[in-house]
């Protein structure tokens, strides 16, 4: 099959279809008689990519496939047509999810043990619904825990072919620029992390009471009940006195 014709169905599919197209789907395209095979498409997505040296919009190879998309570089400039603003995550949000992404496959509970902190329900639900990280199978161990890890959803939101691609451990730098380049950054205090995940947004606006240590509020609340009823019986005296003696005549 010619590669100029091959190269045109190629760039018009993945124009059209608004989300990463695999080898097997573009090769899904052709009656099976007519079907080019993966050579001949991956030479179509060279030249393509080849063509598109230069212009506003590059061909991006994802976990799920093979898309068109604006250069990162004019993304400043060009997001300015969209007035509803990007979703923002909690640093516990980014630092749950950082930490399945290099770590995977992990529990939720080995996952509280790096970071020092519960992890909130609604952080993995959020994540969950994101389809950023899916349950992948179940640890051999008492109670057989799920084990966590990360999708190539995952991957095509944060522009990754593959794991490999994440940034090393030595180029981490801060957790807060996690999107889109998985930046990361040591965990802060247990207290900061503490009150970072109470402002979950988007759909996970509500704090969580298994984010904060336990018994906190209590032992505040006793400390100043037990300071209202403390009274000293010396003062108590000197205001009686003050008052004078009581005179129940009347008239």
Known sequence: MDIEYLKRIVEGALLAAGNPLSLTQLNSLFPPEEQPGH????????ALDGDLTGRAVELKEVGSGFRLQI???????????????????????????????????ITR????QIRGVSVSSNILRTLQERDWIKV??????PGRPELLGSTKAF?????????????????????DNLEPELELHHPASEGEKT???????????????????AGQDA?????????EASSDPEE????????????????
Do not use: C
């Not at 108590?236 to 008239?251: L, V």
């Open 39 to 46: 050579g001949p498409l991956r030479e179509a997505l060279a």
């Open 71 to 105: 250069r990162t570089d004019l993304m400043p400039v060009i997001s300015q047509l969209w007035t509803e603003k990007p979703p923002r995550y909690s640093r516990a949000l980014l630092e749950t999810l950082a930490i399945i992404a290099y770590r995977q496959p």
């Open 109 to 112: 509970g080995e996952i509280e």
């Open 136 to 141: 992948i199978g179940h640890r051999d161990v």
């Open 155 to 175: 991957l095509d939101y944060f522009n990754l072919k593959s794991l490999d691609e994440l940034p090393t451990l030595a180029e981490i730098k801060d957790i």
């Open 195 to 213: 009150d970072r995940d109470e402002d979950h947004e988007e759909e996970d606006s509500a704090p969580e009471a298994d984010e904060q240590p």
């Open 219 to 227: 032992e505040e609340g006793g400390d100043e009940a037990t300071e």
């Open 236 to 251: 108590e005296r000197k205001a009686s006195a003050a008052q004078g003696p009581t005179d129940d005549r009347s008239g």
